[in-house]
C-alpha cells in the first residue's frame, strides 16, 4: 500500500497509538538518551514547561508522563541534537531551501550559529554574534522614525524574555508589537475585557471537576489540547455532560482513551460528547442567540445575578424577542428542537457551565460579537464566578497569554505604559502601534523597513501568502531569533538575519524562567537538555544586547545587569505589573502561583463596573450561490507551521496535506471522485487567489462547507479579510469556489 491514503476516520483520541507514535517521534529524533532526559522534565515541578499547548497542569499530584503524544513530538523536534550551521547553508542556496517543504526544514536540525543573507547573496554565511547586533543597530538607528520598524512575537517567549523585548522596543520609540495572538485569540481577549472586564478566561482546573455541563465550541483538543482530554474524561467520569460544537466530526471529541491508564492503552475508549451538534461554520452565533432565546422563555435564569452585576439585559431581551426561529435555524444549521434542548439542559441544576472555545470562533469576520453572545448566555445563567462555571478560551502557544500580561501588545493601556516609564525612566511612547494584519500592510507599502521577529514565523503564518511574502521582500532587514529553520527566512528583505537561541528544553547557565498557562498559572521552567551547540544564546540574552548596541544605557535601564540575574527582570515585572508580588519566591514554589482575576471574583473591571451584555444584529458569513465556505485548520502532525509528518491519524489521512475536506453530497455535485484533484478559487473584493491541484476528501461535515490546512492554504486568505474590531484574519470563512482540477 502506499502512503498516501484516506480511510475511515477515528472514534476517539489517544490510546496506544498515541504512545507508539510519540516515541517513535522522540527516538527518532532527539536519541534515546537525551529523549528519555527530556520526557521525564516535561512539566515537571523543577521542570520545564511544555513549548507545545497552553493547557494547564495539574496543581498536584502529577502523573510521571504528564506529557501528550503533540507534546512529545514538540519536545522531539526541539531537542534534536543534529544542527545545521555553515556548513549546510554554503551546501543549499535560499532558492533550493525555499523548493523544500515545511516537514523538510523541521527535519534539518537546530539552527546553530548565526547566519547573514547579504545582499543580492545566493547562501546564507556565517556571522559573528558582535557584528549582527551593530548590523541590526545600525539599521535600527538609521531609520527616519522608530515607527519604520516592526518587532514581533511569538507565543513561545518566556516572560522574562518578552518584557525585556517589549521595553526595548518601547524605550527605542515605538509601539510596534504584533504577536502571534493577533491572529489567534484576540477577538477573545477583546470579548472579554467588554463583557467582564478582564480579557482572558475565568476557570481553573478545579472548576471542570465541579461542572455539570462543558461546552466545547470550535476546538479540537485531541489534536491541539490532548492533556485537555484528560481533564474533560475526569469530569464526564464525575457527571458532567459534555456537548460539542463542531460542523466536523473530531475523534477528540467522540471519545479518549487515555495514554496513561491501562483501560485505553487496550483500546477501551471512554465516550466523551454526549451530544454533537454540528453546526455550520460560523453559526455559532446563531446557535447561542437560539440558546438564550430558549432559556428567557423557559425562564431557568439567574435573575438575581443579572439584576446585581449585569448591565444591558433589558435591550437583550427585547433582540431575543425580535430574532426569529427561523434565522437561528437557518444560520446555525441547527434546529429549532435540539437548540431548546441544550438550553434545558444548560438551565437545570445549579447552571454549572463552563464554555471553551479556540480558533473555530476566533477566526471569523463576526468573531469578537459570536463570544459575546457566548459571554451573554454565560451572564443568562450567572455562570461566570460561580465555582464549575465560567467562560474558557483555549489558548494556543504555551506562553501567548503570559506575553500579554508583561506588555506584548500593540496598544497596552495607559496605566502600563506609564508604570513602565516610571520603572525605566525613559520616555515610552503612547500612540498605538501595529498589529499583524497592519504590520504587512505598512511593509508592503513602504512604512515599514525593518521586520524583526522573536521566535515564530511570520511568512508563513500570516494570512495571503504571496501577498505576504512581496511585502517582507521590501524591507530593508528581515531578522528572525529562532531554533529551527522556516520559510520566514527564506522570504527575506534586502538583508536578513538569523538568530539561533535556547529553546525551553535548553540549559540556559542554570538560569530559570516563567510562563503563564491558559489558567492565569504562572509557573517556573528550567530546561536541563545540553545546548546542542555552543554558539546559542537565550533569548533575554539576545535582546539585551541586542538593546545595548542600539540604545547603550539609559535612564535606570542597564541591559546587561538585567539579563545576569533573571530574579531581576522579574523584579521589574513586578513593579510595573500588579499581582506579581513576591515574584521570585513563589515561582520557586510547586506549581507557582495564580494571577489574580476580577472577573473570577465577581468584580467587573468594565467602564461601567457590571458585566455587560451585547446586543449585536444576528449575522453568519454566506457565500454567494454555488460557492462554499472553507476553513483552515490543523492536522494531528503539526504545531502551527512546523510540520512533523504527513499523517493527520484521526480523520484518516495518511501521507498528505495537499488536500480538502468535503461533504461526499458536494464532492458529487463537483464533479470529482474522492482523492481526485480539485482547483480551489478564493473571492475577494479585490480579486482572486488560487490553489490548484489540490485532492478532494469526503468528510462527515454539514454541505457547503470545505475545510484545508494551515499554512498551506494560507494563500486563499485575503489579508483585508479580518474579524471586525479584532482585526484577526478571518481564516475559518473564506469564500471559495471549487471545480476539477485542469492541471
Ligand atoms: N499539536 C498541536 N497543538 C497545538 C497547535 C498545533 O498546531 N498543533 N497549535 C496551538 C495554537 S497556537 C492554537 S491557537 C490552538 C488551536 O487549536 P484549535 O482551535 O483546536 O485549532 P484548529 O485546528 O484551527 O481547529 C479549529 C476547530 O474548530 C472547528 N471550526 C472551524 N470553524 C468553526 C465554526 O465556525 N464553528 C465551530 N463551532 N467550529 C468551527 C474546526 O472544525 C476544528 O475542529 O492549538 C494549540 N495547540
Ligand atoms: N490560515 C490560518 N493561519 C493561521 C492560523 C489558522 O488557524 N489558519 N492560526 C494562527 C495562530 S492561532 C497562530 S498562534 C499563528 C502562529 O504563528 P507563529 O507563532 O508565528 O508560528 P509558529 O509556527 O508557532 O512558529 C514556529 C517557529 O518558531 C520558532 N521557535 C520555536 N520555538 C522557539 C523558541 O523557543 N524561541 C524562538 N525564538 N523561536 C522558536 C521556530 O523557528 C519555528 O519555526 O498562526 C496563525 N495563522
Ligand atoms: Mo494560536
Redesign the pocket.
Known amino acids: 500500500m502506499s502512503d498516501e491514503h484516506f480511510s475511515k476516520p477515528k472514534e476517539y483520541a489517544a490510546g496506544l497509538p498515541a504512545v507508539t507514535s510519540s516515541l517513535r517521534h522522540v527516538f527518532g529524533k532527539a536519541g534515546v538518551a537525551r529523549g528519555t532526559k527530556a520526557l521525564l522534565d516535561l512539566n515537571q515541578v523543577g521542570g520545564f514547561d511544555c513549548p507545545?499547548?497552553?493547557?494547564p497542569d495539574p496543581d498536584r499530584d502529577r502523573a510521571h508522563a504528564e506529557f501528550?503524544?503533540?507534546?512529545a513530538?514538540?519536545i522531539a523536534s526541539e531537542a534534536m541534537a543534529k544542527t545545521i550551521g555553515r556548513e549546510f547553508f554554503a551546501a543549499h542556496p535560499v532558492a533550493e531551501l525555499m523548493a523544500q517543504s515545511d516537514a523538510w526544514h523541521d527535519l534539518q536540525g537546530r539552527l546553530a550559529e548565526p547566519m547573514l543573507l547579504r545582499e543580492e547573496a545566493t547562501h546564507y554565511e556565517p556571522v559573528s554574534w558582535d557584528e549582527a547586533f551593530k548590523l541590526i543597530s545600525e539599521e535600527l538607528r538609521g531609520l527616519d522614525s522608530p515607527d519604520e520598524a516592526i518587532f514581533y512575537t511569538s507565543?513561545r517567549a518566556s516572560n522574562e524574555a518578552a518584557f525585556l523585548y517589549q521595553l526595548f522596543v518601547r524605550a527605542y520609540g515605538t509601539n510596534n508589537l504584533p504577536d502571534?495572538s493577533n491572529?489567534?485569540?484576540e477577538s477573545s481577549g477583546l470579548a472579554l475585557r467588554d463583557a467582564i472586564g478582564i480579557g482572558k478566561g475565568t476557570v481553573t482546573l478545579e472548576d471542570f471537576l465541579e461542572a455539570e455541563v462543558i461546552l466545547c465550541?470550535?476546538?479540537?483538543?485531541g489534536?491541539?489540547?490532548?492533556r485537555m482530554l484528560s481533564t474533560l474524561e475526569e469530569a464526564v467520569d464525575r457527571g458532567a455532560q459534555l456537548v460539542a460544537?463542531?460542523?466536523?466530526k473530531?475523534a477528540g471529541?467522540l471519545g479518549f482513551a487515555h495514554p496513561q491508564h491501562l483501560r485505553g492503552i487496550l483500546g477501551k475508549a471512554s465516550p466523551l460528547a454526549s451530544s454533537y451538534?454540528q453546526?455550520?461554520?460560523?453559526?455559532?452565533m446563531a446557535?447561542f442567540r437560539g440558546v438564550a432565546k430558549a432559556l428567557v422563555a423557559a425562564g431557568t435564569i439567574d435573575h438575581e445575578f443579572i439584576r446585581e452585576h449585569a448591565d444591558g439585559y433589558e435591550v437583550y431581551r427585547s433582540l431575543l424577542e425580535a430574532t426569529s426561529w427561523q434565522d437561528i435555524e437557518e444560520l446555525s444549521g441547527i434546529g429549532r428542537d435540539k437548540i431548546e434542548e441544550l438550553a434545558t439542559l444548560l438551565g437545570a441544576g445549579e447552571r454549572r457551565v463552563i464554555t471553551c472555545?479556540?480558533?473555530?470562533?476566533?477566526?471569523?469576520r463576526n468573531a469578537v460579537a459570536?463570544i459575546r453572545e457566548i459571554a451573554n448566555v454565560h451572564l443568562l445563567l450567572g455562570a461566570v464566578g460561580r465555582p464549575g462555571s465560567g467562560l474558557c478560551p483555549?489558548?494556543?502557544?504555551s506562553n501567548?497569554q503570559g506575553d500579554r500580561t508583561v506588555g506584548i501588545f500593540e496598544k497596552m493601556p495607559e496605566w502600563f505604559l506609564a508604570a513602565l516609564e516610571k520603572q525605566a525612566g525613559v520616555p515610552i511612547p503612547r500612540e498605538h502601534g501595529y498589529d499583524t494584519v497592519a504590520s504587512i500592510l505598512a511593509m508592503h507599502e513602504g512604512r515599514g523597513k525593518v521586520f524583526f521577529a522573536l521566535g515564530g514565523n511570520f511568512a508563513q503564518a500570516t494570512p495571503d501568502s504571496t501577498f505576504t511574502a512581496a511585502a517582507l521582500g521590501k524591507c530593508r532587514l528581515t531578522c528572525h531569533v529562532s531554533t529551527k529553520l522556516n520559510r520566514s527566512h527564506l522570504i527575506h528583505g534586502r538583508r536578513a538575519l538569523i538568530l539561533p537561541c535556547l529553546g525551553r528544553s535548553d540549559e540556559d547557565g542554570g538560569q530559570l524562567v516563567s510562563t503563564e498557562n491558559s489558567m492565569g498559572v504562572v509557573q517556573s521552567s528550567q530546561g536541563r537538555l545540553k545546548p546542542s551547540s555552543e554558539h546559542l544564546l537565550s533569548e533575554p540574552e539576545i535582546v539585551a544586547r541586542l538593546a545595548e548596541a542600539t540604545l547603550g544605557d539609559a535612564g535606570n535601564i542597564r541591559w546587561r545587569w538585567l539579563v545576569g540575574d533573571y530574579d531581576r527582570l522579574r523584579t521589574w515585572i513586578e513593579a510595573v505589573i500588579p499581582g506579581f508580588d513576591r515574584y521570585n519566591e513563589r515561582i520557586r514554589e510547586p506549581g507557582g502561583f495564580y494571577l489574580p482575576n476580577a472577573a473570577k471574583e465577581r468584580v467587573w473591571n468594565t467602564t461601567n463596573q457590571k458585566a455587560n451584555f451585547s446586543a449585536a444584529p444576528l449575522d453568519a458569513f454566506q457565500p454567494a450561490p454555488g460557492r462554499l465556505l472553507l476553513?483552515?485548520?490543523?492536522?494531528?502532525?503539526?504545531?502551527?507551521?512546523?510540520v512533523?509528518g504527513l499523517d493527520d491519524r484521526y480523520r484518516g489521512i495518511s501521507g498528505m496535506r495537499d488536500i480538502v475536506f468535503l461533504n461526499p453530497q458536494d464532492l458529487t455535485e463537483i464533479g470529482v471522485k474522492p482523492g481526485h484533484r480539485i482547483d480551489v478559487t478564493s473571492h475577494w473584493s479585490d480579486g482572486e487567489r488560487h490553489l490548484n491541484g489540490f485532492r478532494a476528501i469526503p468528510y462527515d461535515?454539514p454541505r457547503g462547507?470545505a475545510?484545508a490546512y494551515?499554512p498551506e492554504a494560507n494563500v486563499l486568505v485575503p489579508v483585508g479579510h479580518v474579524a471586525e474590531g479584532s482585526n484577526t484574519p478571518a481564516?475559518?470563512?473564506i469564500e471559495v469556489s471549487i471545480t476539477p482540477s485542469r492541471a
Do not use: I
Open positions: 507545545s499547548c497552553a493547557w501528550c503524544e503533540n507534546g513530538k514538540a507565543g502571534c491572529m489567534c485569540h465550541v470550535g476546538q479540537n483538543p489534536t491541539n489540547h490532548p460544537v463542531n460542523p466536523l473530531e471529541l451538534l453546526v455550520k461554520v460560523n453559526g455559532d446557535l472555545w479556540a480558533m473555530g470562533l476566533t477566526q471569523h459570536t483555549v489558548r494556543g502557544h501567548v476553513q483552515t485548520l490543523r492536522s494531528h502532525d503539526q504545531f502551527n507551521t512546523t512533523y461535515m462547507l475545510a494551515f481564516s475559518k470563512s
